[in-house]
């Protein structure tokens, strides 16, 4: 059972970066998926999810930026990411929605410079 994110890096504020996570080891068309992310000194933050039905929910704080999706194909996940602002600098990281513990990976730093 595995997760495994990337695409992150440094950015602008205002630039763009899409997150992906390839997933392994379980069900994938039966799970909900979701992003969520961990600022420096702060706790992890649930971000958006994507569910069986392929209904989306997002944080209020990246409404309208950050776009959800997934392609049961693949066993794939993306965070399309825009617009993107200083305070959304942390480790992003994919999990099932609601989030297994065993699925916690290594996360993709995003950094994003004023």
């Known amino acids: 059972v595995m997760l495994v994110e990337s695409g992150g890096g440094l950015v602008q504020a205002g630039g763009n970066l899409t997150l992906s996570c390839a997933a392994s080891?379980?069900?994938?068309?039966?799970?909900?998926m979701s992003w969520a992310r961990q600022a420096p000194g702060k706790g992890r933050e649930w971000v958006a999810g994507?569910?069986?039905?392929?209904?989306?929910r997002y944080a209020e704080s990246v409404q309208g930026r950050f776009t959800i999706s997934r392609d049961n194909a693949k066993n794939m996940v993306y965070l399309q990411m825009n617009n993107l602002r200083p305070e959304d600098t942390a480790v992003y990281y994919c999990?099932?929605?609601?989030?297994?513990?065993?699925?916690w990976g290594q996360g993709t730093q995003v950094t994003v410079s004023s």
């Open positions: 080891g379980f069900t994938f068309t039966a799970s909900g």
């Open positions: 994507i569910y069986v039905d392929e209904i989306t």
């Open positions: 999990n099932a929605d609601p989030p297994r513990n065993e699925l």
